[in-house]
DNA sequence: AATGGGACCTGCGCGC
DNA sequence: TGCGCGCAGGTCCCAT
């Protein structure tokens, strides 16, 4: 599940590799994957093109091309980039001017690959809320004023603050020691600034490590990310809190699982 | 307006 | 054994 950590690793793996380098094939394996424009002109407008600039909005890739056009990619869950590619199993393959292939894997088809003319107006893109990084603490607790939900499923609204996800949103919460039910509205302005502090000290650090290499998320390489190593309750429903031992809690939220400590998280 | 649930997908782990 | 089921989650869409 890539996250904010997940695709700016990902974007700067590849910054590396093919910044500057021309697409002269698209071999497309699996066509669903492409959501605009059609196959015919999808190709058309990569084939030739040079890669001139790498951008990352949330959780959504941004290949600038020489020919105006750009190429969205968002990776959903299961969504991978490989380089050098060859892969049977690849839903697409881009050949690159340095006789290399990458690779574009997705193993259940929620990916979705856009080729635009404007990304700006994409509507996804229009919908987005700040980055963390955009915020300073006074607008981000002016923003949790005027909210009454509940923290945690606020955290992944992208409209609200854009590229957590599930598992961050945990993480961070249980960094803050706040329970993921609390109304935002309801938070003290003390916990208000452990919050932004742990959101920015975890993605940070989340990037530094390369991202979190849960189910598929690799890096560019095909290496997994080492930021698992830090996390503290995802995926750890029923082991002892690393703080108090107290078994970790797997609630439902909105039909995601929520892990928490039920005694450090407040 | 805010919130909840289903749909989209596939592979895996579980229980019978 | 093998099968069916539930689960994993980012985003969109619809209903309430």
Redesign the pocket.
Known sequence: ???LPEVETIRRDLEKVILGKKITAVCVHHP?VIREPGLAAFKKGLTGAVIKRILRK???LIWELSNGKSLAI?L???GQLVYPGGAKNSRLAFHLSDGKTLDFND????AELRLLDDWRAL??IR?LGPEPAELNLEQFKEMLS?????IK??L?D?AFI?GI???Y?AEILFRAKIHPER?ANTLKAQEKALLFKAINDILKAAIRHAGSSV?DYVRLSGEKGGYVRYHKV??R?GKPCLVCNTPIK?I??????TYFCPRCQK
């Open positions: 599940m890539p996250e669903k949330a959780k959504l968002h959903k869950m299961t193993q259940r088809l929620f509507k996804f919908g005027h909210k009454k939900t509940r499923p606020l992944m992208q854009s996800g599930n598992l949103a109304r189910d995802y995926g429903q797997r439902n939220q909105g039909g995601r699982g």
